[in-house]
T-cell receptor
């Protein structure tokens, strides 16, 4: 069964509003979670690495003030898209990493589809 | 430039036929290699991974992949495709010294009756 959940699964919002997406680890205390973005018919692009109890690490070109990440507990990371605009419409996917040596085994959530009107 | 390439955007295979999905990478040192499958409404699922050792890797759902260092390739294969295999397949790598997955552009597999 699923080990990572995301909520909501889809969301429609007006331009200028903020949207929060939750990523929950269901059976593991994840100190590290990842947030990806996937445009239609394109690959997943890593946005940021979320670390429990510390600031997230953002990939080059990702606005940290635009995409706020909070990892306040070992089972929950949130991504808030602030002042969303139509170009932020995308599929957002989170994952959790297991393995202290980063063996690369990541468990992915089902994704959240965001549509900004 | 360092990258992961999946040259086939779409592949159509008849049910019961064999399948091979191609993946090439361009990194100086051999990275960790993965294949993931993405089905609508479901999260990406790991099919198999290669770190070292035997170059032929067995995965779930009857998939296997072969690492060929000389060709910088990690192609995914299945001897007999089922209709339920229709999905998007992603090759991914963890470059040496990095702690993040880099995904290829994906290959959409269509299975015809």
């Amino acid at each position: 069964g699923a080990v990572v959940s995301q909520h909501p699964s889809w969301v429609i919002c007006k331009s200028g509003t903020s949207v929060k997406i939750e990523c929950r680890s269901l059976d593991f205390q994840a100190t590290t979670m990842f947030w990806y973005r996937q445009f239609p018919k394109q690959s997943l692009m890593l946005m940021a690495t979320s670390n429990e109890g510390s600031k997230a690490t953002y990939e080059q070109g990702v606005e940290k003030d635009k995409f706020l990440i909070n990892h306040a507990s070992l089972t929950l990371s949130t991504l808030t898209v602030t002042s969303a605009h139509p170009e932020d419409s995308s599929f957002y996917i989170c994952s959790e990493a297991r393995g202290a040596d980063f063996s690369g085994t990541q468990y992915f959530g089902p994704g959240t589809r965001l549509l900004v009107l | 430039a360092q990258s992961v390439t999946q040259p086939d955007i779409h592949i159509t295979v008849s049910e019961g036929a064999s399948l091979e999905l191609r993946c090439n990478y361009s990194y100086g040192a051999t990275p960790y290699l993965f294949w993931y499958v993405q089905s609508p409404g479901q999260g990406l699922q790991l099919l198999l991974k290669y770190f070292s050792g035997d170059t032929l890797v067995q995965g779930i759902k009857g998939f296997e992949a072969e690492f060929k260092r000389s060709q910088s390739s990690f192609n995914l294969r299945k001897p007999s495709v089922h209709w339920s295999d229709a999905a998007e397949y992603f090759c991914a790598v963890v470059p040496t010294g990095f702690q993040k997955l880099v995904f290829g552009t994906g290959t959409r597999l269509l299975v015809s009756p």
